[in-house]
């Protein structure tokens, strides 16, 4: 039996709103990137009955949206370099795509509406040319958009395998006030994959404990 080899595809947008989720409502902390490759070598493995040994993460990227910097202010401009400092840190490729960037209202009330665009289709081209090429044998995929259901089917149909993870939640309030938005996934995104993981679920799985353990961390405060 040779090397399992799995890489990552993280549908930014997704990952940071399971983020938040587990930060700020569970009160749990930031996931620790390098822990969390490692849980899913381990989930993988467990889930296609091969050696954990074997099961390796070799590759990783992310895929999200970036305001100009005449959108962004210097918090969010920090905050993203910090964040791009760690996924580079965990060996994750990130890649970034314009946002749309629509004027809203007008001074001194005026703001901007941002909207994705072409994220979803950069990561599903390079999850298929990396299929072609043999790259990987389990396409991770974080994300719950049913629009890469065609994507699955055909990374599938290419004798790779497909582990969608995935967060699901309903809407919540936070300390300040603030509501988020429910987290869901496509059923048929799920009935197309091999596998699914479901993270609020594994949080909670006692035979997952030591994992869980260490794979969220909080930042150190400055005094």
């Keep these: 039996m040779g090397p399992n080899r799995i890489m990552v595809f993280y549908d930014g947008g997704f990952f940071r709103h399971g983020q938040i989720y587990f930060n700020y409502n569970e009160g ?32 990783a990227h992310y895929y999200d949206g970036r305001p100009s910097t005449n959108v962004a202010d210097s918090d969010s401009l920090e905050k993203d370099r910090k964040f791009e400092m760690s996924l580079i840190s965990a060996g994750v490729v990130p890649h970034y795509l314009a946002l749309s960037e629509k004027l809203k209202g007008s001074p001194p009330e005026e703001s901007y509406y941002l909207m994705q665009k072409g994220v979803d289709v950069k990561l599903a081209l390079d999850a298929l040319d990396f299929a072609h090429d043999n790259r990987f044998d389990v396409a991770v995929l974080i994300a719950g958009d049913g629009d890469f259901v065609p994507l699955v089917r055909k ?38 994959a091999t596998a699914s993981l479901n993270f609020n679920q594994l949080v909670k ?4 404990k030591s994992e869980i353990r260490s794979l969220f961390f909080k930042p150190k405060t400055s005094e």
């Design 155 to 192: 990374v599938t149909s290419l004798g790779k395998q497909v582990l969608v993870a995935y967060f699901e939640f309903d809407s919540w309030k936070d300390n300040i006030g603030k509501n988020h938005k429910p987290c869901y996934v496509s059923r048929e995104l799920i009935d197309a």
């Design 28 to 59: 749990r902390g930031w996931f620790s990137l390098p822990q969390l490759h490692i849980t899913l070598e381990k989930y993988v493995a467990s889930k296609i009955k091969t050696p954990v040994e074997i099961t390796k993460v070799v590759g």
């Design 205 to 208: 799985d006692r035979d997952w």
